[in-house]
């Protein structure tokens, strides 16, 4: 069986809906998981922060705008008046228990409760749309399956028992629509993946009835070898490795977050981005395949500052890097690349909000250079260093864009390099020619 997530925006009007029942309604068995409709999960935060600030006249006005837009969807969804009147029960019940939340203090507890609404009211819709299509549809309800432990990391084992026994429930069902990003805490409470979660679900579930592959349904034609808006003639990337995804996720390349597809990655279940919009393009694949000697894609991150500590004292001594990373470590901020030499050591952060503070640390240890508006361009693909010729190929396509820094050897899919941000499109399009045409 496979798992098909659709996100906010592919459920974000009655239409979209009608599209998605239409696109996952082709005879094949499968788990559905739907976020909530685009723009419902921020304005159920913001619901919350009026009712945290005890203005609940201002939490019942944006309850009550909110609810007036579900009915005009109800309205617009459904063709018979059964169907409307469902809908519209739908709808009163899940805005009655958001109404409930107005009533009393309001809690973290109350927030989780709110947030899940959003969810459980896009997949009622397009559950009673099916069901109105004349497909055998049902809902796989989330909150009795979904769980994470004390750790607040999803239960595996308790996911895989309790969503069996929700499957063996209702063994005919052509069509399981279930909930993205709600949960219950190891205490039994709501509780949600986190925002963006509705992709950890998906991963989840694939993981825990073994699906043939995990479809994750957005706006793009999967993931381009390189950024369409800097550079000319990019193509879409067919096959990734989970680690060369894992690559490209820090550089916010619209792909699955790496915590997201890890249970997918553990349990060999491969994930593929497809397009609602154009549900036939063959998309991008990821799973643990290599394909060998072949260099995928380059994405760049902006807003990178390098920091260069010199210090005859590195020399031959030992813990000096330790010195140094405590002190990153002590201002909560992130390296991102490392490039060392004897004497010095070269790293960058994309969060600079300690960065004074760090300077002044890493001062007692050496001197410091700070070189900032720098951007990382990452080559991911097949770079295992045995292979020879793709490191010197990447490196020949930069020969005319002055390099700060080189990464290289840090995983078996990446090189990295760091470049004044003025020479990002020059050094994305130099690599695209030399790589990719
Ligand atoms: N609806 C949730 C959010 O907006 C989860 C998701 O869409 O993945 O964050
Ligand atoms: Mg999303």
């Not at 685009?38 to 909110?66: F, M, P």
């Not at 008046?81 to 709808?91: A, F, P, R, S, V």
Request: glycine letters at 6%; proline letters at 3%; aromatic letters at 8%.
């Amino acid at each position: 069986m496979k798992v098909l997530k659709f996100g906010g925006t592919s459920v974000g009007s009655a239409q979209r809906m009608k599209d998605v029942a239409q696109l996952i309604n082709d005879g094949e068995r499968k788990i559905v998981v739907l976020s909530a409709m685009s723009g419902t999960t921020n304005t159920l935060v913001e619901i919350s922060e009026y009712l945290y600030r005890k203005n609940t006249e201002g939490a019942n006005d944006i309850i009550n705008r909110l609810e007036a837009k579900y009915r005009r969807h109800v309205d617009e969804l459904y063709a018979t008046d059964e169907y409307k009147k469902k809908g519209l029960e739908l709808i009163r019940f899940h805005f009655d228990e958001l109404r409930a939340h107005t009533k009393d203090i309001f809690t973290l507890f109350d927030e989780k409760a709110v947030l899940a609404q959003g969810e459980l009211i896009s997949t009622g819709m397009v559950n009673l749309y099916l069901q109105e299509c004349g497909v055998n549809s049902v809902l796989l309800p989330a909150l009795e399956f979904m769980r994470t432990d004390k750790n607040a990391e999803p239960d595996a084992a308790y996911i895989r028992e309790k969503l069996d026994e929700q499957l063996e429930q209702q063994p005919d069902a052509a069509i399981y629509i279930t909930q993205g990003f709600i949960c219950r805490n190891a205490y039994g409470e709501i509780d949600n993946l986190q925002r963006g979660g509705s992709d950890y679900t998906a991963s989840l579930i694939g993981a825990a009835i073994k699906a043939d592959e995990i479809q994750i349904w957005t706006d793009i034609d999967g993931m381009h070898n390189n950024d369409p808006r800097f550079v000319d003639h990019t193509a879409p990337v067919r096959n990734l490795h989970f680690e060369e995804a894992a690559e490209l996720a820090y550089f916010g390349a619209k792909i699955l977050h790496p915590t997201c597809i890890q249970p997918a990655k553990f349990a060999h279940i491969p994930v593929r981005l497809l397009n609602t919009m154009d549900p036939k393009a063959p998309g991008t694949l990821i799973s643990n395949e290599t394909e060998l000697h072949k260099i995928k894609a380059v994405a760049a991150k902006d807003n990178i500052t390098a920091i260069k500590i010199k210090s005859g004292r590195m020399l031959l001594a030992y813990g000096f890097l330790r010195k140094v990373f405590e002190i990153f470590e002590s201002f909560h901020t992130s390296i991102d690349m490392i490039c060392t030499s004897e004497v010095g050591v070269s790293v960058t952060i994309d969060n600079t909000s300690h960065l004074a503070e760090i300077l002044d640390e890493l001062r007692k240890f050496g001197t410091v250079t700070v070189d900032s508006n720098m951007c990382i361009i990452c080559v991911v693909g097949d770079l295992d260093w045995e292979n020879v010729g793709f490191e010197a190929k990447a490196l020949d396509a930069m020969r005319e864009i002055p390099v700060r820094m080189i990464s290289f050897g840090g995983s078996n899919y990446n090189i990295s390099f760091l470049v004044r941000q003025e020479d990002k499109k020059r050094a994305l399009q130099a690599l695209s020619d030399e790589l990719f045409s």
